[in-house]
């Protein structure tokens, strides 16, 4: 089920709240966010124990939140595999929603990003229906509507552990009255399979997360050879088109760069999923000189004028209010 191109102006999604300014998936770079003019704000979710979505980048939170210095949850450290990965630390699912409100978020690359250290040890962990009221009052404060973006994460772990996250998910957004195919909201997976069983249950637009090289996990635990470059060809997206409204790509997938870090030419993926009847959004725009292609460094701006001139659908962004500006100059 696709759906057709809007000729609007592209939106501005802040990419896990204004994480530029504020430690990410929090409340206050949330509201940030909006402040700062996004259209849209992007939770990642995973599960609690008792089965609460909150906001985190990863269930393994010990590199965004306090965790490690709560001696009381010491015994909680352990090691597990997360979609072919070794990792160690402290997992939500191990944690109640009371155990995690007991932390406090941290900033996760905080030698980078300095600035966002003064706020280390301020916000709790926000759950899904703790941003939704958010979006509510913030909308209501500013007579515009503010859309949310969340991605599941992981589905197919969160599954085999008996932690489904759509369920949940559906519940949430059903209850707040979300419906319809022009609600404001995108629901986005890296993964395949959920999304396909998301689209016989709701009517809710949909988002294909294709990244720039790997496969998606449950292609990876099914045995699926197909990778996401094969995704991206012209017949891949008119495959996700049957199940999705929009793909959210990795900017290297509109314009590879070299190995030096310059940008090459773009490719055809703009045309071929409009042609599809897919909207495009693209990430992650980010101001600091390390992210950026070697064309632009110092120059931010510039990259958000490129990527606007191949008449994407919208921008994921650490920065709303850059991203904003740049659009308003372009009177996109």
């Known amino acids: 089920m696709s759906v057709a191109i809007s000729t609007t102006s592209p939106i501005i999604i802040a990419h896990r709240g204004a994480s530029g300014y504020r430690p990410e998936h929090t409340l206050a770079a949330y509201e940030l966010a909006i402040v700062l003019g996004a259209d849209?704000?992007?939770?990642?979710?995973?599960?609690?124990?008792?089965?609460?979505?909150?906001?985190?980048?990863?269930?393994?939170?010990?590199?965004?939140?306090?965790?490690?210095?709560?001696?009381?949850?010491?015994?909680?450290?352990?090691?597990?595999?997360?979609?072919?990965?070794?990792?160690?630390?402290?997992?939500?699912?191990?944690?109640?929603?009371?155990?995690?409100?007991?932390?406090?978020?941290?900033?996760?690359?905080?030698?980078?990003r300095s600035q966002n250290t003064a706020y280390d040890g301020l916000f709790e962990i926000p759950t899904l229906q703790e941003i939704i009221d958010l979006v509510k009052r913030k909308s209501a404060e500013i007579n515009r509507a503010i859309g949310i973006y969340p991605e599941t994460k992981h589905p197919t772990y969160f599954k085999s552990i008996g932690l489904a996250l759509e369920p949940f998910l559906l519940a949430t957004l059903t209850a707040n009255g979300y419906e319809g195919a022009n609600a404001p909201i995108f629901i986005q997976s890296f993964e395949v399979s959920n999304l396909q069983d998301l689209s016989t249950k709701t009517d809710l637009p949909l988002v294909q997360l294709l990244n720039n090289s790997g496969k998606p996990n449950d292609f990876v635990v099914s045995g699926d050879e197909r990778t996401y470059a094969d995704l991206v060809t012209a017949s891949g997206l008119r495959e996700i088109a049957k199940y999705a409204q929009a793909v959210g790509v990795h900017k290297n997938l509109l314009i590879p760069r070299d190995s030096s870090g310059k940008l090459q030419s773009p490719t055809s993926l703009v045309t071929d999923a409009h042609t599809a009847g897919l909207l495009v959004h693209v990430w992650t725009f980010r101001n600091e000189d390390c992210f950026l292609p070697l064309d632009f460094q110092g120059n931010p701006q510039g990259e958000y004028e490129l990527f606007f001139s191949l008449g994407v659908n919208g921008v994921f962004s650490d920065y709303p209010d850059m991203a904003s500006t740049v659009k308003e100059n372009l009177r996109l």
């Open 40 to 112: 849209y704000i992007e939770p990642d979710l995973v599960s609690t124990k008792d089965g609460v979505l909150i906001a985190r980048h990863e269930n393994e939170i010990s590199e965004t939140t306090d965790v490690a210095r709560h001696v009381e949850f010491a015994h909680l450290q352990t090691t597990k595999i997360i979609d072919g990965e070794s990792k160690t630390g402290w997992f939500t699912e191990d944690f109640t929603l009371a155990e995690l409100k007991t932390l406090r978020a941290k900033e996760r690359i905080g030698q980078m």
